[in-house]
């Protein structure tokens, strides 16, 4: 009952009083992974970035290497633009889990968006060896490339993308144009 209350003070937009009936339910069914995971989505619905880490962190204390809360862990650290913590819990999946593509895939857009532009390449490096074709990988290099002013390596991986991709979005858009600007400037 506290939770569908509380649904309905988040949906007023008393969050106190919504985030005080969710934290009472977890206290009193503290081993409810569904529970938790439902209060850390509510939390991220309302942009509540710091109270959804810290019930992911409540249950990491107590399964340290949890798979799915340490993935959760890493995109909500992404979605709250704090790249380094993101970086870490993908990279914490990833030695448990070598062979994690999604934990891989996040770590390497976390890495570029953090500036750890090496470290990025090498992800998306990894990757491309199995998806060869991913539109979303050869956004990555062409990024990097781009960042780091190397003309002809952004302009193929540019290329790849708009091969690939839905190019009726914003994202194909601003290639296109990044494209016309190297195409301008390349030998």
């Known amino acids: 009952l506290n939770v569908i209350v509380a649904a309905a003070y ?8 919504g985030m005080q009936l969710l934290e009472t339910e977890i206290a009193l069914h503290p081993t409810d992974d569904t529970l938790r995971a439902a209060v850390a989505q509510a939390y991220l619905m309302h942009g509540l970035f710091t109270n959804a880490l810290d019930v992911i962190d409540r ?6 290497d949890d798979l799915a809360w340490l993935f959760k862990r890493g995109e ?3 979605q709250s633009n704090e790249y380094d913590d993101a970086i870490d819990a993908f990279t914490r999946v990833l030695a448990i889990q070598t062979t994690n593509s ?3 895939f996040n770590r390497a857009f976390a890495c570029l968006e953090s500036g750890k532009l090496d470290a990025a390449r090498a992800d998306f490096k990894t990757l491309q060896q199995s998806f060869t074709n991913s539109f979303q990988v050869a956004y990555g ?3 990097i490339a781009w960042r780091q002013h190397e ?3 952004a302009i193929r991986n540019y290329k790849l993308y708009l091969a690939n991709a839905n190019t ?3 994202a194909a858009t601003n290639v296109i144009q990044r494209l ?3 195409k301008g400037h390349s030998p």
Do not use: H, I, M
């Open 151 to 153: 003309t002809n390596e």
């Open 59 to 64: 249950k990491l204390r107590l399964t340290p």
């Open 141 to 143: 290099l062409g990024e």
């Open 10 to 17: 988040l949906q007023k937009n008393d969050l106190a009083q």
């Open 102 to 104: 999604s934990a891989r």
């Open 180 to 182: 016309r600007e190297l």
């Open 76 to 78: 909500v650290s992404f």
């Open 168 to 170: 009726n979005t914003a």
